[in-house]
Structure formats: structure tokens, C-alpha cells
């Protein structure tokens, strides 16, 4: 089948954490996804905070709000899978710049 999508595709997206609302991933159209594990990880020097949020159509939910992670620690703040549609986001924002990353695994599968 020339052209077709494959049934199952695993990816891994990567951001840098800011103030501002980072999308870190948008499920694309004809797919159906589901997350598999994500981590937030402090590489300052001081405690940082971060929020994850769920966007569907605009409706914000917070996942963890102002989670404090140690110095060079992590968190992950989806406890466990997490079934995606199509046009749902997953959004970062840190109470400071350049502070975090965050790393989210995701598995596609096409409708």
C-alpha cells in the first residue's frame, strides 16, 4: 500500500519550559494518540515550578498546577497513559525561563 500511514508510529517531542504557554504537542488529524510518559526536568540551580495543561477546543485543564521540582530533579506529570484526539494539546508554562525542559512520548495510530 504505497502512501498509506503506518498503523502505529511512537514519537518523542522535546521543549524548552517559559513563562509563556509552550504547546509541547498537538495530535494531528487522522490519528488517534495516546500519551505514554512525559518528564519535566529542572536544570537550574534553584527549586522551579511548572504547570501541564490539557487543551481540547480551546478549554484549558490544568494536569498539575505550580508543581515545585528540586534542583536537578524531575516530574512527571501524567501519572500514566492518557488518550489524545484529534486537535488536543499538551501545554507547558514555567514560572521562569530556561530553567526546564520537557520531554513527551506519544504513540500515533491512524484512524
Not at 517559559?18 to 495530535?27: K, M, N
Not at 540551580?45 to 484549558?60: A, E, L, Q
Request: glycine share 10%.
Amino acid at each position: 500500500m504505497a502512501g498509506a500511514l503506518a498503523l502505529n508510529t511512537y514519537k518523542t517531542y522535546r521543549t524548552g519550559v517559559t513563562t509563556g504557554i509552550t504547546t509541547a504537542y498537538t495530535v494531528p488529524n487522522g490519528v488517534a494518540a495516546i500519551h505514554l510518559y512525559s518528564v519535566v526536568s529542572n536544570i537550574s540551580s534553584g527549586i522551579v515550578t511548572v504547570t501541564v495543561y490539557h487543551n481540547r477546543s480551546g478549554s484549558r485543564f490544568e494536569i498539575i498546577k505550580n508543581a515545585r521540582i528540586p534542583t536537578t530533579d524531575s516530574l512527571s506529570p501524567i501519572g500514566g497513559s492518557l488518550v489524545l484526539e484529534v486537535g488536543d494539546r499538551i501545554e507547558v508554562q514555567g514560572a521562569s525561563s530556561g530553567t526546564m525542559n520537557f520531554v513527551i512520548s506519544i504513540l500515533e495510530s491512524a484512524k
